[in-house]
Structure formats: structure tokens, C-alpha cells
């Protein structure tokens, strides 16, 4: 079975009936974050709401002005999840999200006719293709592909579409139709029931599909390819924008050039040459802070040993320092006599730190300083070094330090 956004892609409202609505969880994850919506699966008699597959992720829309949240194949069916039940029998209307639908039939034409191109003028097959949200890939089975050969099948893609080569879909009854011989695929899913849906761009290529496309490549506009970057071993992977997308890229391209222009002072052909006179200079002057910053720590060495102080505790912070900084210090000062304990970073939030002295202190003092400071670390031989989230503890730290070694006991406070 064929649903009627696979029959017709351009519709955007359509009217159906309710087949089951039963009780569901979605899981949807923003970022980094999970969380769980109660709600329900609502199966209609038909749809226009695509669901994921075939590489294209699933339409979003209303039924009943109802936010539909996703939509997912369930065999012959689509499965709608919305936040409020709808009952059984009851005729519905259903809007599509004609701006997500667009772009993805944009999109997903755009790659079978890239795939297509690719695979007759290089032999470079199609293993798999990923729609993006703002750059899509399609993943070549091939260790290289040329900028020339990329601007090659760039230039034949667009050549295509301003001919306007008509697109349009074909159902086969059944998988085991003789006409699916010729066809491109690579394989049904396992639960595939029903009619065969195929894709034809007229003289160009057949290729199995479920997707939504466009009736005819002059609806995609223009294709930009813009880069072959490193894939899987063997395989590299095509970067593209189709139609609306290239659009959307050149405005932010332009934007992106006119911040660069006013920063820079210069014209948009001499960015890549002030920005690489730039970086030299930034090397330069990091080279210089980095000298004087080693000559700071040797400075402040210098000074300890000159002041003929006997504190058994030798405690520094610098806000620009660095591990080589505190390392030098280290290098000078570090023997048994006295206790180092060296902070570097904001003040007030993260950074790092080392305590260097007697191997037997570090060892029990370094891991209850990396606690206290909320950070991690390690150390051996008497040299205990690491990461800390709250540097304004470096008074408590300092304070667990001389305890110590006065033979007190204090525990670190979190």
C-alpha cells in the first residue's frame, strides 16, 4: 500500500478517518537531553504526512490542528504520535508542514539525481546518503573523488534541471513484479508489505524509493556540491544543497563575507591573505608572551630564593600561566624542603594546578587538593598536577596544605 503523500507529494491538506488511536510514549532528544512525552499513536485510513525512511526523515504537521510530533511506519501504515487522543472512526483533516516537506523533497530528488550522475560519468556507486539539517552527504564507494570531477558532475546535475526532466513515481503490485528487474535498489526493509513504490527521473535513472520528490527537476532549481570530505575507510562522502538550501547558504555566506570585510578592513578577495597575515602575527606575539611568561616564572623563582624566607610553603597564582610556567617553577624551586603548591587560570573559576614536594605528602595531600578544587589529577615522584573547576578555593587548599604538614588532620570541605 501506497500512502497519498507517496502518490501525489504536493499535497499539502488532506481528509481522513481515524483507524486506532491507543495510548504511547515518545522519546525526543534535544541536544544531549532526553525526555518522554505521554501521548498516543493514531493510525489514519491514509495520509500525507510521511514517515522516516528511505534516508528522509519524517513530515511534521496538524490533524485537527493537533501538533503531530512524529510519524513512523508500522508496516503498511503510518503511525502519527500527538499529545491528545482522537476517536476512533472519526474524520479527521490533515495539514502537512509544507516548508519541512519541500525542503526534504528538494533534498531527496537532488540526491537521486546527483547518485545517478556520479554512478554513470564515474562508476562511483551509492552506499548510503544522509539529509541533513542544513548540509546533506551522500557517501560514495570510493577512496577519492577530484575537485575536477565534482565540478564535472556539478555542472551536468544543473544541466539536467534547467532541461526540467519530468519525475514521477510507479507502483508494482508486488515485490516479485518482472518490472522491478532494471530497477536501483538496495533492498525492501524486512517488514515491507504491499506495492512496490519506484522512482523514475525520465531518461535518467529508476530507483526504488519511498520518499516524497519533486514531479519534475526544475522544481530543485540548482545543486551546489561543495565539498568531498573523508568517509568510512574506502569511501568519501559528497557534501550538497539543493534548491532553497543553496539560497540559504549563499545568504549566510554573504553575511558571513561582509562581517569579514569590516573586521578585516580589506575586499573579500584579500580575506584569505589578511587572515593568514593575521595568524602570523597572533604566532609571533604568542611566541613572545609564551618567552615572557617562561622569564616571569623564573623571575618569580629567582625572588623566592633570593628572600632567604624559610616557609615551608611555597603557594603562587597566575591568572595567563600555563603547565610549562608552573613547570619551571617547579624545576627551580622543587626539592624537599619546601612544598609548592602552583594555580594558574580564572580565579574564581576553573584552571590548574600542581603540588610538588615529598612523594609521601603529594601522594596523600594531591587527591584531597584535586576534591577540594571540585577537579581531577595525578602525579608521581613527588609531583602532583591536574584540572580544577573551582579556583576560589585555592585558600582552603593552601589551608589542608600547612595542616599537613603541621601533622594536623583536616578534610577537604566540598
Not at 488532506?14 to 499513536?41: M, P, W
Not at 504526512?49 to 512524529?70: A, H, T, W
Request: charged letters at 25%.
Amino acid at each position: 500500500m501506497s500512502l497519498a503523500c507517496q502518490k501525489n507529494s504536493y499535497l499539502k491538506e488532506f481528509t481522513s478517518r481515524v483507524k486506532s488511536c491507543t495510548a504511547s510514549k515518545l522519546v525526543q532528544t534535544t541536544g544531549c537531553k532526553k525526555t518522554t512525552v505521554e501521548g498516543f499513536d493514531v493510525i489514519l485510513e491514509d495520509t500525507i504526512l510521511f514517515p522516516e525512511g528511505g534516508g528522509q526523515p519524517d513530515d511534521r504537521g496538524m490533524i485537527n490542528g493537533v501538533k503531530v510530533l512524529s510519524v513512523v511506519r508500522r508496516g503498511a501504515d503510518a503511525v502519527h504520535f500527538v499529545e491528545q487522543p482522537f476517536e476512533v472512526g472519526v474524520e479527521v483533516s490533515v495539514v502537512v508542514d509544507w516548508d519541512r516537506r519541500w525542503d526534504h523533497m528538494q533534498q531527496h530528488s537532488g540526491q537521486h539525481l546527483v547518485t545517478a550522475v556520479v554512478s554513470k560519468e564515474f562508476g562511483f556507486e551509492t552506499t548510503s546518503w544522509n539529509l541533513g539539517e542544513r548540509l546533506s552527504f551522500i557517501e560514495l564507494g570510493t577512496p577519492e573523488m577530484t575537485a575536477d570531477q565534482m565540478k564535472q558532475a556539478e555542472k551536468i546535475v544543473n544541466e539536467k534541471i534547467r532541461a526540467a526532466v519530468p519525475v514521477y513515481p510507479t507502483l508494482f503490485e508486488t515485490k516479485d513484479d518482472p518490472g522491478l528487474a532494471s530497477v536501483r535498489t538496495r533492498g525492501l526493509p524486512d517488514d515491507h508489505v504491499g506495492s512496490v513504490r519506484v522512482v523514475t527521473i525520465e531518461g535518467i535513472e529508476t530507483n526504488m524509493c519511498c520518499g516524497t520528490h519533486v514531479s519534475n527537476l526544475s522544481h530543485l532549481q540548482a545543486i551546489k556540491l561543495l565539498a568531498v570530505e573523508k568517509g568510512k575507510k574506502g569511501r568519501v562522502n559528497l557534501v550538497f544543497v539543493v534548491g532553497d538550501r543553496v539560497l540559504s547558504y549563499l545568504s549566510v555566506c554573504y553575511e558571513r563575507e561582509t562581517v569579514f570585510t569590516s573586521l578585516l578592513k580589506g575586499h573579500p578577495d584579500d580575506h584569505v591573505k589578511l587572515l593568514e597575515k593575521l595568524q602570523n602575527s597572533f604566532k609571533i606575539a604568542q611566541k613572545n608572551s609564551l618567552t615572557l611568561l617562561r622569564e616571569v616564572a623564573k623571575f618569580e623563582a629567582e625572588k623566592f630564593k633570593a628572600s632567604g624566607e624559610h616557609d615551608s610553603v611555597f603557594v603562587l597564582h597566575r591568572k595567563e600561566g600555563d603547565n610549562e610556567f608552573m613547570s619551571i617553577i617547579a624545576n627551580e624551586l622543587g626539592n624537599n624542603d619546601v612544598t609548592l603548591f602552583l594555580t594558574t587560570g580564572d580565579e574564581k573559576g576553573t584552571g590548574m594546578f600542581m603540588l610538588v614536594g615529598k612523594p609521601d605528602n603529594v601522594t596523600v595531600l594531591g587527591p584531597k587538593i584535586a576534591e577540594l578544587l571540585d577537579g581531577k589529577g595525578a602525579g608521581k615522584n613527588g609531583r602532583f598536577q591536574g584540572k580544577a573547576n573551582k579556583m576560589q578555593k585555592r585558600t582552603e587548599a593552601e589551608a589542608l596544605i600547612r595542616s599537613h604538614l603541621s601533622g594536623g588532620e583536616t578534610a577537604p570541605s566540598k
